[in-house]
T-cell receptor
Framework: GESVGLHLPTLSVQEGDNSIINCAYS??????FIWYKQESGKGPQFIIDIRSNMDKRQGQRVTVLLNKTVKHLSLQIAATQPGDSAVYFCAENPPHQFYFGTGTSLTVIP | DVKVTQSSRYLVKRTGEKVFLECVQD?????MFWYRQDPGLGLRLIYFSYDVKMKEKGDIPEGYSVSREKKERFSLILESASTNQTSMYLCASTTESGNTGELFFGEGSRLTVL
């Protein structure tokens, strides 16, 4: 099966600091990537996506970077807030399938 | 607002019971999925469906079956629940051809098998 991994299972940041969450993927055929946020007891929510013809995409306070050479994906959250505390996981999407990382638990310290 | 609705948020069942988990989406999506989510293992695909009455096994189909009688509804069935099926179950749907598109998730059904 595919392997989508995250470099750190947990991450703690001070409120107001920037957060960086990393993800490695393995399928060179993947042409679409998504970051999800999952709060405790809830289903995953879409944060931002990026297609393989792009290196960077920005949303509101979030940026996704894609490095296809080393099959690496990162999520940057600017000015992290307490409401950002959640599990974040990446998903890669080769044709006809989705593969998910195990997640990084982000804790924001007030 | 697009929505994937899972009928039961929390269930407690006994070993050997038959369990139905229902999922309905209102986005007219062709593709629907059932995943289970366990700590440290991430999301693992149980079954998926690309069309009505169509189903395909995912990575961990053993002990499960599915039903897709209508486009908007995808049901997961545990014929005889076992304790190792205690988990969070997530339904998802997407419409993009070839599945290169956002996957919309329901809120999850947390099943405990005693």
């Amino acid at each position: 099966g595919e392997s989508v991994g995250l470099h750190l299972p947990t991450l703690s940041v001070q409120e107001g600091d920037n957060s960086i969450i990393n993800c490695a993927y393995s399928n060179s055929a993947s042409d679409y990537f998504i970051w999800y946020k999952q709060e405790s007891g809830k289903g995953p929510q879409f944060i931002i996506d990026i297609r393989s013809n792009m290196d960077k995409r920005q949303g509101q306070r979030v940026t996704v970077l894609l490095n296809k050479t080393v099959k690496h994906l990162s999520l940057q959250i600017a000015a992290t807030q307490p409401g950002d505390s959640a599990v974040y996981f990446c998903a890669e999407n080769p044709p006809h399938q989705f593969y998910f990382g195990t997640g990084t638990s982000l804790t924001v310290i007030p | 607002d697009v929505k994937v609705t899972q009928s039961s948020r929390y269930l407690v069942k006994r070993t050997g019971e038959k369990v139905f988990l229902e999922c309905v989406q209102d986005m007219d999506h062709e593709n629907m999925f059932w995943y289970r989510q366990d700590p440290g293992l991430g999301l693992r695909l149980i079954y998926f469906s690309y069309d009505v009455k169509m189903k395909e096994k995912g990575d961990i189909p053993e002990g499960y079956s599915v039903s897709r009688e209508k486009k908007e509804r995808f049901s997961l069935i545990l014929e005889s629940a076992s304790t190792n099926q205690t988990s969070m179950y997530l339904c998802a749907s997407t419409t993009e051809s070839g599945n290169t598109g956002e996957l919309f998730f329901g809120e999850g059904s947390r099943l405990t098998v005693l």
